[in-house]
């Protein structure tokens, strides 16, 4: 929706605009994708993109298992949710960076971690591709349209407050990320036979991917806190979690934070009041 | 008329409530659920007249269009992949039975394995189903061809089903700027439905689509091939007319780009077109001879227009979305057909299935292959499956 928002926002200035979605399954908190293409006059190429001029990394946690910046055109610029400073983020390359704590934004006006409209302030007042008032109007007429003029406001105050609160600056990077040719993955990089039979046909070994390599824990915003003390062993934690993540031991439960999505079904079941969700 | 961001599906259902489709029954599957979903706000909106169907399944579907059709009533439908199978059956039954029914159907790969992403193998298995087949390139186009199927479709001459085709994702999820029809101007170009053939009413009994003995059946058939025949004047004149009232001319059974000097032709179907398009743009900068022709109309097939301009160039490529297991692409098939006898090179070049991406760079490596063919009129390859890894390119 921020892709489309932003496209709203430059056919608004008077450009011409296209966004899409890495079409897969997509879902709130995993990771996704999304593209926007700006230009004055018609786009014709309906290609995935390759060497963006922006880049937006809504889950800073991305970071640290993909290389964001890859295509990254020179002289491009990265704009992150994080609460950290453009100089302490390392994207491996130097860089125009940006930064805003979108999340805490999404949380004070829209009472949830839905960032994708603060950081399209960011990137207005990193890149200027479009105007704050603009992003406010592309906001309006795609989250307006689908959630109502009310959520449309709201969505739009996150960003103007996002907007204000965006430091831009410079990124000196060092680290080095592992490349991947292209955006879709190819499936000689995925692990073999983990979960199922490899076969090795004319094209190449083909296997299944693995969650061993796919930690969806990082997909979570809040996490489940455990005390002890009030636990009274009864399992409804573990009866009702869907990620099958919590464990039952001798006198305690366990969680698995490396496939916990922060969910929150545990705490809300939780009889002994045992389990809080904190950020 | 308003310019707004939108994706191809809204497109489409914008199509259908500005052609004021009366009936509606669809079921939703993945990439076609927006077309209905929105749909059904048009109708809960008071937007849209129309009743809207809710059926068990795509079979029960197409048979609610048919019943719909057949009393008398413009009926839309919208659907994908395995669902498009699934009205196999039925599809035949409404062009045999001259309905003008009008269907988008967002290209989708075909299971198994089971993929949601762009390919137009769902839609090749209905090529002899008797229904005029478009496929469109961007968002713009999806919502007029739909306003023009209802014009193509309706109507002594034709009476046949049309299916609206977009690409899977990259137009039905992507937005683009498209400029809506008012109703106003949308009921100027497609008038009132009434309809040409016998109709289901209470009131003057009729039996459609009857048991029919070997006495009939080469006539019916005749005439539905005859009508599929005269699509090809209704289509041009189609776009003629939505061209002078609307200022956009999508080109009619083809649209070639820049084909006139070409040596070297790309023929592609769908959104490859609009990449194509690019491409053609950057190489002819360079001083290259090459040239696009975009293959809108699937059925009828543009035989003659394709031949015309295969006389004039050096070497063809196909590009094709989809394959027939064993002998390659279906566009290739046919397009050899058509130019069945020249002497020119022709090479098919299969990729996209299953919405791998079809990039600037695949693109340039079609038109170099197709160049190197038309200097040395030599075909070193017939079918390249594009970047496939395992096979030689």
């Known amino acids: 929706m921020a892709a489309q928002a932003l496209a709203s926002a430059a056919h608004a200035e008077g450009g011409y605009a296209t966004a899409f979605p890495f079409f897969g399954a997509e879902r709130r908190g995993a990771p996704v994708l999304a593209f926007t293409r700006i230009d004055d006059k018609r786009i014709y190429r309906k290609t995935q993109v390759y060497e963006p001029d922006f880049v937006v990394v809504l889950d800073e946690g991305l970071l640290e298992t993909v290389n964001v910046v890859e295509g990254l055109k020179d002289g491009g610029a990265v704009v992150v949710n994080s609460v950290r400073s453009p100089e302490e983020i390392d994207v491996g390359i130097d860089a125009k960076l940006a930064t805003v704590d979108a999340t805490s934004v999404a949380l004070e006006v829209l009472k949830r971690p839905a960032t994708n409209s603060s950081i399209l302030g960011a990137l207005s007042k990193a890149t200027g591709i479009v105007s704050i008032e603009s992003i406010e109007k592309g906001i309006m007429q795609v989250f307006g349209d689908r959630l109502g003029e009310k959520v449309g406001e709201r969505n739009a105050k996150a960003a103007r407050i996002a907007y204000d609160r965006t430091v831009v600056g410079e990124s000196h990077g060092s680290r080095v990320l592992k490349a991947s040719n292209k955006w879709l993955p190819d499936v000689r990089e995925l692990p073999m036979g983990v979960a199922g039979i490899s076969l090795d046909t004319d094209a190449g070994a083909v296997g299944p991917g693995s969650f061993l390599e796919n930690k969806t824990g990082s997909w979570k915003v809040f996490h489940p806190e455990y005390d002890g003390e009030k636990c009274t062993m009864c399992n409804f934690c573990w009866f009702y979690c869907p990620e099958g993540c919590i464990y039952r031991k001798e006198d305690r439960m366990e969680f698995d934070m490396d496939y916990c999505k922060g969910c929150g079904i545990c705490a809300n079941e939780c009889p002994a009041e045992a389990i809080k969700m904190v950020r | 008329m308003v310019s707004k961001i939108c994706t191809g599906n809204y497109a489409a259902a914008y199509g259908s409530m500005r052609s004021r489709a009366r009936t509606v029954a669809a079921y939703p599957i993945t990439p076609q659920t927006f077309i209905v979903e929105h749909i059904s706000e048009f109708i809960n909106n008071g937007e849209m007249d129309c009743e809207y169907i809710e059926v068990e399944s795509e079979h029960t579907a197409m048979s609610a269009c048919v019943s719909a059709s057949a009393s008398g009533v413009r009926t839309f439908t919208a659907t994908s992949s395995q669902g498009l199978a699934l009205m196999h ?71 046949l089903p049309v299916a609206v085709c977009l690409d899977a994702f990259i137009l039905s999820h992507t937005v683009e700027p498209v400029d809506l029809i008012e109703q106003d101007a949308a009921d100027k170009y497609v008038p009132e439905f009434s309809p040409t053939g016998a109709i289901l009413d209470p009131d003057d009994v009729a039996a459609v689509g009857v048991f029919t003995p070997p006495d009939y059946m080469m006539e019916c058939r005749w005439q539905t091939d005859k009508a599929m025949r005269n699509a090809v004047e209704a289509i041009g004149e189609a776009n003629e007319v939505f061209a002078k009232q609307f200022g956009r001319d999508h080109g009619g059974m083809i649209d070639p780009y820049m084909v006139d000097d070409a040596e070297a032709v790309l023929v592609t179907m769908g959104t490859a077109s609009s990449t194509a398009h690019e491409v053609v743009d950057e190489m002819r900068a360079k001083g290259k001879k090459v040239g696009l022709v975009k293959l809108r109309f699937w059925r009828p097939y543009p035989s003659e227009l394709l031949r015309a301009i295969a006389e004039k160039v050096k070497a063809v490529g196909v590009f094709d979305r989809a394959v027939s297991y064993g002998i390659g692409g279906p566009s290739y098939i046919e397009f050899r057909n058509a130019v069945f006898g020249l002497d020119l090179p022709v090479m098919n070049f299969i990729g996209g299935l299953g919405g791998r991406d079809v990039s600037l760079q695949d693109v340039r490596f079609m038109y170099e292959k197709l160049l190197e063919a038309a200097r040395t009129g030599v075909v070193k390859r017939d079918i390249t499956w594009m970047g496939t890894r395992g096979v030689e390119q």
Do not use: T
């Not at chain 2, 045999?96 to 769902?122: C, F, K, Q, T, Y």
């Not at chain 2, 839609?123 to 186009?141: A, H, K, L, T």
């Open chain 2, 89 to 159: 059956e039925i599809l035949p039954i409404a062009s045999g039975m001259r309905l003008p029914v009008v269907m988008a159907v967002v290209n989708r790969s075909i299971a198994s394995p089971i993929n949601i992403w762009v390919e137009h193998n769902d839609i090749m298995p209905e090529r002899d189903s008797g229904w005029i087949q478009v496929f469109c390139d961007n968002n713009q186009e999806v919502q007029d061809m739909i306003l023009q199927a209802y014009r193509i479709a309706e109507g002594k001459r034709v009476a």
